[in-house]
C-alpha cells in the first residue's frame, strides 16, 4: 500500500538557523511530490512541486528550496530561518488516482 | 494563473444543512476536490468530482459543480457537531496535476 512519511512533526527553530524537513513515500514510483505551507489562519499555499528526480519548480519567491535526490525522496530547506517561515508544512504525492497527504510538520520559528 | 476563492466563515446549528461555496477561475480543471481539515490535523479528503459531471452524492455529502460559472459546492446534511472543521476546496489539471487549494471556510457547528 502507499504511504507518505513526514518529519518532524513540530520543531521550533530559533531565527536564522537552518532547516530541513523530509518526506518520504513508499509503494509507488516515480510520483508527483508537492511541499504546501499552511501559514496561521491562511489556506493552503503550495510551495514546491516536483514531477521527477532533480526536477524541482517554485511556485513562488521565498526563503525556501527544495530538493529531490531520490524517486521517492522530497526536501525542504533553508540556509537561515525568517519569523514569517512559521506554519504547517505538508508534503504531498500524487498520481493518477488522485494525492496523498502526509500529516505535516508544524514549524514555529522563534 | 489558477485561482480558487472560498467564503471564510460558516456557522449553522446542529441538524441543519450546510452548504459551502467555492469558485475557481482555471476552465482547464480535471477534477475538484474537497478536503476537511480538524484542528491541529492534516487533511483529509472528503469527497472529489470529476469535472465532466455535475452532483456526486456520498452519504450526508452532496457535491455540485456548475463548470460553465466555475462554482463548485459541498452541501453536508443533517451537520452535527463532529463536522466542526475548515473545509477546502481545490482543483487540478493539467501536465503537472497541481492541486490548488482555496483559502478555507471554517465551518462552526452550533449545538
Given at each position: 500500500?502507499?504511504?507518505?512519511?513526514?518529519?518532524?512533526?513540530?520543531?521550533?527553530?530559533?531565527?536564522?538557523?537552518?532547516?530541513?524537513?523530509?518526506?518520504?513515500?513508499?509503494?509507488?514510483?516515480?510520483?508527483?511530490?508537492?511541499?504546501?505551507?499552511?501559514?496561521?489562519?491562511?489556506?493552503?499555499?503550495?510551495?514546491?512541486?516536483?514531477?521527477?528526480?532533480?526536477?524541482?519548480?517554485?511556485?513562488?519567491?521565498?526563503?525556501?528550496?527544495?530538493?529531490?535526490?531520490?524517486?521517492?525522496?522530497?526536501?525542504?530547506?533553508?540556509?537561515?530561518?525568517?519569523?514569517?517561515?512559521?506554519?504547517?508544512?505538508?508534503?504531498?504525492?500524487?498520481?493518477?488516482?488522485?494525492?496523498?497527504?502526509?500529516?505535516?510538520?508544524?514549524?514555529?520559528?522563534? | 494563473?489558477?485561482?480558487?476563492?472560498?467564503?471564510?466563515?460558516?456557522?449553522?446549528?446542529?441538524?441543519?444543512?450546510?452548504?459551502?461555496?467555492?469558485?475557481?477561475?482555471?476552465?482547464?480543471?480535471?477534477?475538484l476536490y474537497w478536503y476537511k481539515?480538524?484542528?491541529?490535523?492534516?487533511?483529509q479528503l472528503l469527497t472529489y468530482i470529476?469535472?465532466?459531471?455535475?452532483?456526486k452524492q456520498d452519504q450526508r455529502l452532496t457535491v455540485?459543480?456548475?463548470?460553465?460559472?466555475?462554482?463548485?459546492?459541498l452541501?453536508i446534511?443533517?451537520?452535527?457537531?463532529?463536522?466542526?472543521?475548515?473545509?477546502?476546496c481545490?482543483?487540478?489539471?493539467?501536465?503537472?496535476?497541481?492541486?490548488?487549494?482555496?483559502?478555507?471556510?471554517?465551518?462552526?457547528?452550533?449545538?
Amino acid at each position: 500500500s502507499q504511504t507518505i512519511h513526514q518529519w518532524p512533526a513540530t520543531l521550533v527553530q530559533p531565527v536564522g538557523s537552518p532547516l530541513s524537513l523530509e518526506c518520504t513515500v513508499e509503494g509507488t514510483s516515480n510520483p508527483n511530490l508537492y511541499w504546501y505551507r499552511q501559514a496561521a489562519g491562511r489556506g493552503l499555499q503550495l510551495l514546491f512541486y516536483s514531477v521527477g528526480i532533480g526536477q524541482i519548480s517554485s511556485e513562488v519567491p521565498q526563503n525556501l528550496s527544495a530538493s529531490r535526490p531520490q524517486d521517492r525522496q522530497f526536501i525542504l530547506s533553508s540556509k537561515k530561518l525568517l519569523l514569517s517561515d512559521s506554519g504547517f508544512y505538508l508534503c504531498a504525492w500524487s498520481d493518477n488516482y488522485g494525492y496523498t497527504f502526509g500529516s505535516g510538520t508544524r514549524l514555529t520559528v522563534v | 494563473g489558477e485561482d480558487v476563492e472560498q467564503s471564510l466563515f460558516l456557522s449553522v446549528r446542529e441538524g441543519d444543512s450546510s452548504v459551502i461555496n467555492c469558485t475557481y477561475t482555471d476552465s482547464s480543471s480535471t477534477y475538484l476536490y474537497w478536503y476537511k481539515q480538524e484542528p491541529g490535523a492534516g487533511l483529509q479528503l472528503l469527497t472529489y468530482i470529476f469535472s465532466n459531471m455535475d452532483m456526486k452524492q456520498d452519504q450526508r455529502l452532496t457535491v455540485l459543480l456548475n463548470k460553465k460559472d466555475k462554482h463548485l459546492s459541498l452541501r453536508i446534511a443533517d451537520t452535527q457537531t463532529g463536522d466542526s472543521a475548515i473545509y477546502f476546496c481545490a482543483e487540478s489539471g493539467g501536465a503537472t496535476n497541481k492541486l490548488i487549494f482555496g483559502t478555507g471556510t471554517l465551518l462552526a457547528v452550533q449545538p
